[in-house]
């Protein structure tokens, strides 16, 4: 289900209220502006970047999954690299269990408190920058499982950047989720843990 941020309406803007009546802040989901667009279309035309897109392009075209299999999820993870899937397009063919080598934790399956500790330790041990992809309910949330032995959603201990539903999503779900990772990554959105201001 998608979800749907609630603007405020316009008189609680601080802008709209300093007497601001630009389309931006009247009607800010308008989408880029015609100046904008002209000039996005001139950089593709002219193959014109910055380092700081170039560099954004390649993470995103080149992230390496670390895999944290736990439950029934994963079973949905591990097919993404098969023929049907095929995660090898975006350039992540390399699903490794080596967070050294990894920039991408998958965290699919309920996590116990006795798991909590080893999922972070991975995490710490992943180089900058990394993303998390907190995938199924009981990863997100702990789903059905809300007892003590559960981890009541897995960031509370590493900060997740997207979180897929479903008990279990299907793979084509989890398939969402990483591009959309990719978009944010292309757009320049700090990951998760810069936002949140924790977990160097
Ligand atoms: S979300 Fe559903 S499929 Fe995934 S680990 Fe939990 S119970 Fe299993």
Redesign the pocket.
Known sequence: MALTRRLPVISDRPLAKAGLKSERVLWPARGPGVFEQEVASIEDALGLTTVGKAVAWAQSSSVWPDTFG????AIEMMSIVSSRYDIARFGMERFSSSPRQADLLIV???VTHKMAAPLRQVYDQMLEPKWVIAM????SSG??FNNYTVLQGVDKIVPVDIHVP???PRPEALMEGIIRLHEKIRAGVPPAYEIRGVAQ
């Open positions: 736990l439950a029934c999820c699919s399956g309920r199924g309910a009981c990863a789903g059905m479903g008990c279990p």
